[in-house]
């Protein structure tokens, strides 16, 4: 046996995890297959002006009749765990009573074929699509919606509970709220501030009443969380307003989830930045705290980028670029007037400043804060302008200097006592990149659309190598 590694080599814990992530709707494709019906993305891809060239995900990556070759690739690639989210509503097509098992066996399948590759599968439960037959009758603003999901989360449990150990029931509820219902850059598209904060707490609720029908339906040994996309926000100067500026908007961002979640209460700063807007007594039940606060057994973070912010002296109303498409609204209910910056630093393809320390930040901060509670970063990467040479092959050095860098700042962060589990590059394959359809490539895997054939880009073969060796190069 020879060591692969000068002992310089920058290495990760023992038992490490290292994956990569999709979600449906981005990837999957068969959008009317096999019974599957609308979820809101299929209803906001498909009204003109709402997705960049009328992109949609009828066919996607076509994930859904690939996946064999797809779990191929990951195995060759070496990865341990494959992070992929169920769509609601072609399990569940209405939102509501029984399950097509033409549907659930695209996951049994699925998870199959992962668990034959030695790839752990990761589930979330929830990645943004829900059933158009829930939205219809009120969608996340509707507090009923909080129950069909625990429903949902029940049956998908009794389906795949003998084969997936490690659950998540929302990715980003976040964006599910502010995006989806504030700016509308998201499905379905609504601009209300009322109803923004109505389905961030019912999406709250449906969280935590999930995690109770999983932890009924499944082994004690499988595992829960939740997915965030925990704002790294920053005042632009060390002044007393862009203090405030940043408190808010931490408010409106972060702790409107972390603090229900993970400290069983609703910030007091936060009611009153939005008590104008919502009776928050009324929203709030008697008992939902409890339900919502109830343990998990891993926090997923998501990082892309950091969120530099201030208080403009003028009161103005500021206009940004939030990284999802233009919105005369902004998703920051009840924070409006406050101004948004781009960190001077290199931008993506996103125009998204690249900031590794933010991450670094983010996981000690959360390892203060929360010293007992086991993190795992469940996506992060980047979109570039990649492109086939004439050779067949993508060069994507940027990716990999970002992918590098994020790295050595989750490998600083465990150095500096921070519990993170593992590692999800987002994304595996080129995907929908919602309201920005395939104009953006966030893969470490190319896909040529029009062939559906799959290039690993340079990335995809240097990832594999700090897989294989738990280390970044020296
Ligand atoms: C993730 O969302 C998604 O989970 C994934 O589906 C998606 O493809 C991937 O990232 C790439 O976009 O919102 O104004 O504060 C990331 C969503 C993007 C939300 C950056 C926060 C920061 C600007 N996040 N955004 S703003």
New binding site residues.
Partial sequence: ETTAQPASAPSFPAGFVWGAAT?AY?VEGAAAEDGRTPSIWDTFSHTPGKVRNGDTGDIAADHYHRYRDDVALMKDLGLQAYRFSVSWSRVQPTGRGPAVERGLDFYRHLTDALLEAGITPVATLY?WDLPQELEDVGGWPHRDTAHRFADYADLVARALGDRVGMWTTL??P??SAF?GYGSGVHAPGRTDPAATLRAAHHLNLAHGQAVGALRAALPSTAQTSVTL?L?QVRPLTDGPEDAEAARRIDAV?NRIFTGPLLDGAYPEDLLADTAHLVDWDALVRDGDLAEISRPIDVLGV?Y??P?VVSLPADGAAST?N???GASDHS?WTGSEHIA?HLANTELTA?N?AIDADGLHTLLTGLAASHPRLPLMVT?NGAAFDDYVSPEGRVADPQRIAYLHAHLDAVRRAIADGADVRGYFL??LLD?F??SYGYSKR?GAVYVDYPTQRRIPKASAHWYAEVVRSNALPA
Avoid: I, K, V
């Fill in positions: 979600a981005q990645h990715n980003e976040w964006c995006l996309n704002h961002g998501n892309y980028s969120t940004r939030d990284g999802h998703p948004f996103m998204w996506e987002w994304s995907n990149e919602w966030f």
